[in-house]
């Protein structure tokens, strides 16, 4: 106990380097774990994850909606998640029962005022999330990270800032405020809006702390370098489907150098999959085709493409090319052109023609293609790319 208050007094990290501020919140975690205390003591025990019927529902939701501290720990949980919630929840339901549904903010207040009691259908599983992430070692394993980046917060941020300047143009701006709300959701792994990175922690990979920076670095990447797009390339006009290929082409460039701080902590069978010649092809095959689709009669269509790459078309490909004995249901596992294809393309420069051809596509995109092919040979995973895709990547710059 004395280690979790030590841990709850740290809801705010904040460190400079130069005229850049980033600021490392910890204020959700304390109202969860907060909250979670006293749904345990009110459930008498152990939580255990129970299903009911209709009824049953109703009454636990009526009985527990009417405790004023319960009810006053839910806000102060939904009011610490402000400045992130609103990306997390946007498609967040929860059923009372089959008339009666809640979404967004509610569906959450609904979840925890029946939790002492029963776990509702939720949007991710997240209540069964909960309760498992409460009842196992998970929890000091978080406390135990978070600690560690309180220790270490000057030497960690400098060192993330040296290994982001390797991978990002040299006139980037990295003065710009950064925040970073470490939380326990469920809904959510990491992602990056506007100048605010979300990492939440509820996931067991992410309290391993080398693990933990390596993905902090991927989203701070992501961050930096989308500002740097922003004043670069904002200024060109694009037709409506020229602006749908450049958010591809975007995240394609964003992914591709991003993983290279994530892959030397993947598994495996992962870093198999990213070297496999069969994968690597069909996912080409598969870019080479969106892109035609995007630029033709099709757009529709290649958009329908790329939201699949994340579905059902992805969980297939992972299953045939897996070589472990469980597949893993991370997104970034998952074989997408996104990442395979573009970190490929990116460690093939960066092999082939060295980091000064690396920094060269990083600080020039709408090379990529064309420097690829120059360095181009057999022994390359990513084939050769045709010279009409290489044209249209480069003229939407």
């Given at each position: 106990?004395?280690?979790?208050?030590?841990?709850?007094?740290?809801?705010?990290?904040?460190?400079?380097?130069?005229?850049?501020?980033?600021?490392?919140?910890?204020?959700?975690i304390e109202a969860f774990h907060n909250l979670m205390n006293y749904v345990e003591e009110k459930?008498?025990?152990?939580?255990?994850?129970?299903?009911?019927?209709?009824?049953?529902?109703?009454?636990?939701?009526?009985?527990?909606?009417?405790?004023?501290?319960?009810?006053?720990?839910?806000?102060?949980?939904?009011?610490?998640?402000?400045?992130?919630?609103?990306?997390?929840?946007?498609?967040?339901?929860?059923?009372?029962?089959?008339?009666?549904?809640?979404?967004?903010?509610?569906?959450?207040?609904?979840?925890?005022?029946?939790?002492?009691?029963?776990?509702?259908?939720?949007?991710?599983g997240m209540p069964e999330i909960w309760v498992e992430y409460w009842n196992n070692e998970h929890?000091?394993?978080?406390e135990n990270t978070i600690a560690e980046l309180n220790t270490n917060i000057e030497d960690v941020?400098?060192?993330?800032?040296?290994?982001?300047?390797?991978?990002?143009?040299?006139?980037?701006?990295?003065?710009?405020?950064?925040?970073?709300?470490?939380?326990?959701?469920?809904?959510?792994?990491?992602?990056?809006?506007?100048?605010?990175?979300?990492?939440?922690?509820?996931?067991?990979?992410?309290?391993?702390?080398?693990?933990?920076?390596?993905?902090?670095?991927?989203?701070?990447?992501?961050?930096?370098?989308?500002?740097?797009?922003?004043?670069?390339?904002?200024?060109?006009?694009?037709?409506?489907?020229?602006?749908?290929?450049?958010?591809?082409?975007?995240?394609?460039?964003?992914?591709?150098?991003?993983?290279?701080?994530?892959?030397?902590?993947?598994?495996?069978?992962?870093?198999?999959?990213?070297?496999?010649?069969?994968?690597?092809?069909?996912?080409?095959?598969?870019?080479?085709?969106?892109?035609?689709?995007?630029?033709?009669?099709?757009?529709?269509?290649?958009?329908?493409?790329?939201?699949?790459?994340?579905?059902?078309?992805?969980?297939?490909?992972?299953?045939?090319?897996?070589?472990?004995?469980?597949?893993?249901?991370?997104?970034?596992?998952?074989?997408?052109?996104?990442?395979?294809?573009?970190?490929?393309?990116?460690?093939?420069?960066?092999?082939?023609?060295?980091?000064?051809?690396?920094?060269?596509?990083?600080?020039?995109?709408?090379?990529?293609?064309?420097?690829?092919?120059?360095?181009?040979?057999?022994?390359?995973?990513?084939?050769?790319?045709?010279?009409?895709?290489?044209?249209?990547?480069?003229?939407?710059?």
């Amino acid at each position: 106990m004395k280690k979790l208050l030590l841990f709850l007094g740290c809801l705010l990290l904040s460190y400079s380097y130069g005229q850049a501020q980033v600021n490392i919140h910890t204020a959700q975690i304390e109202a969860f774990h907060n909250l979670m205390n006293y749904v345990e003591e009110k459930a008498g025990g152990k939580l255990t994850c129970k299903n009911a019927n209709e009824v049953e529902l109703q009454t636990a939701f009526d009985k527990n909606s009417v405790d004023s501290k319960l009810n006053a720990l839910i806000d102060s949980l939904l009011n610490s998640s402000a400045q992130y919630l609103p990306k997390v929840i946007e498609n967040v339901n929860a059923r009372l029962y089959s008339e009666k549904a809640a979404k967004g903010k509610e569906a959450y207040k609904v979840a925890f005022t029946v939790l002492p009691d029963f776990c509702i259908n939720m949007t991710a599983g997240m209540p069964e999330i909960w309760v498992e992430y409460w009842n196992n070692e998970h929890r000091e394993l978080v406390e135990n990270t978070i600690a560690e980046l309180n220790t270490n917060i000057e030497d960690v941020l400098e060192n993330i800032k040296s290994e982001l300047e390797v991978l990002l143009p040299d006139d980037i701006d990295m003065n710009s405020e950064q925040n970073i709300h470490l939380v326990v959701d469920g809904n959510r792994g990491g992602y990056q809006f506007d100048n605010h990175i979300l990492m939440d922690v509820i996931y067991g990979d992410l309290t391993d702390f080398s693990l933990f920076i390596s993905v902090l670095k991927h989203e701070m990447h992501h961050a930096y370098y989308r500002q740097w797009f922003v004043e670069k390339m904002s200024n060109k006009e694009r037709s409506e489907i020229d602006s749908y290929l450049y958010e591809y082409q975007r995240g394609f460039i964003f992914e591709g150098l991003a993983q290279r701080y994530d892959l030397p902590f993947a598994s495996k069978e992962i870093k198999q999959m990213f070297a496999n010649k069969d994968l690597i092809v069909e996912l080409f095959d598969e870019w080479i085709s969106v892109m035609r689709l995007a630029k033709g009669d099709s757009p529709q269509t290649a958009l329908a493409i790329v939201q699949n790459q994340y579905g059902d078309i992805a969980v297939e490909r992972l299953k045939r090319y897996w070589q472990g004995s469980t597949p893993p249901t991370s997104y970034a596992n998952r074989p997408t052109v996104t990442y395979y294809v573009s970190y490929n393309l990116y460690n093939s420069i960066f092999e082939s023609g060295g980091y000064k051809k690396l920094k060269y596509v990083i600080e020039n995109p709408d090379k990529l293609l064309l420097v690829y092919n120059e360095l181009y040979t057999d022994s390359m995973l990513v084939p050769r790319i045709p010279d009409d895709i290489v044209m249209m990547w480069q003229s939407n710059f």
